[in-house]
């Protein structure tokens, strides 16, 4: 079976900002700590969600391209991983309340 190799690109600034890139694929996924900061989720974007313990993040694609969406899902199960929460569940719509995630443009 293969496996697709992922790198994580950081902001020193804010950790709530890695980047998880596949090297295999041109698939590019940005990361957001929901309890950190805001969230307005793009139109054009997929985005999944998932706890680990009582933390809540956001996946959502860069420039996604068909092929890679596929991909989507080992992406954020590999960061899981990383953050050493690998029974991270993922899920497909923001859990929180609507007037939590409300558009602030």
Not at 2 to 27: E, F, G, K, M, W
Not at 61 to 85: K, M, P, R, S
Request: hydrophobic share 35%; with cysteine.
């Amino acid at each position: 079976m293969d496996y697709n190799v992922y790198l994580l690109a950081t902001d020193p600034q804010n950790p709530c900002r890695d980047v998880i890139h596949s090297r295999d694929t041109r698939l590019k996924v940005k990361v957001y700590c929901l309890d950190e900061e805001r969230f307005s989720p793009d139109d054009n974007e997929i985005q999944l969600y998932g706890y680990a313990e009582l933390k809540l993040y956001a996946f959502e694609t860069i420039n996604v391209a068909a092929e890679d969406a596929l991909d989507l899902v080992g992406a954020i199960q590999w960061y899981a991983n990383y953050i050493d929460f690998p029974q991270m569940e993922i899920l497909p719509e923001d859990p929180r309340p609507r007037a939590q995630y409300r558009d602030v443009k």
